[in-house]
């Protein structure tokens, strides 16, 4: 009988799926399914080469017994990735910065999420579906921060411009433009306020710019391993002081309709960009006080483009647009 490789490749948090066979080699029983993170999770750029454009892959490697099965996961190429390694990021990071936290980092991330989904419910799951499914569970706090990190990386990284990307494309795009001007009034406003919370920032984190259900801008902080989305885990409320159970009983609610409704994450703050402040990200080129000069150079080395990309998905009333650009 011939043996075949399948390679799944998943296209969103929506769940669909199409596959490719293929005439496996060597005489293993075992079938190979590659599943790729949806570029609604981790990417914004299907305006971009889809060939370009590799996120997260999921490989799993299944046994005809299901004691056998397992998952690997393996970071993505990024768009510029080979320019990235040759040269660095051109005004933000040397090429050494740049490997040891994409290359190096992701890889790790990636060899601890198979680590830690092996022989799980999780092991079919994208980063953001772990997030999801795990934000609530104290006993699966390691697994929740390993897949929030690699979600958190990959996106700080795919919103940075390339050798090639357009030269208009270095200042906020109309949309973005109009949008940032009605919730903080102008570029620099918004500009200043985000270097301020990364300025102020002592310790590990994310500085992010969202969209709210109600269509406004806004700028919040993640600390080390925490998620901007509606979870628990995205810090909506200090645990240390009191709050009803209730409140609580809510959240478990909300991150229950996440995993279980394909279009549960409408109505839900939405990510558009972040800069990524933990201290590996900057120190080497920067030294320990370099951190507003590293802003300085992330604001322009941000590709408005991708930016734009992703408040018209958000925007749109299609969940499907959201789905294919929004990350």
Known sequence: MTKYQCISLFSGIAGKYRAVARPSVGKSTRSIASTTISKS???SASLLSPASRRPLIVTAVSSLTKSSSRSLYSPPKLENQDF???NGIPQLMTKETFKLAWVDYQEYLAKELTKRTQETRFSSMTPFK???ATALH?????????????HNNHFFFDSLRGPDTPADTAEPLPAVFNAIEESFTNVEELKAHMSGIAEAMCGSGYVWLLQSPKKKLYVTATYNAGTPYGVEHAQDFDFNSPFSRSRLSNVAQRQQ???DRDDAIEGKPMPLLCINVWQHMYVNDYGFGGKAE???NWWKSIDWLKVEARLNAVSANSFRARDRQLL
């Open 41 to 43: 999770v981790i990417s």
């Open 84 to 86: 990235y390694l040759e």
């Open 130 to 132: 772990i997030v999801v």
């Open 138 to 150: 104290a006993d699966q706090a390691a697994l929740f921060n390993f897949a929030s990190l690699t």
């Open 257 to 259: 309709n996440l995993l």
């Open 294 to 296: 590293y802003f300085e």
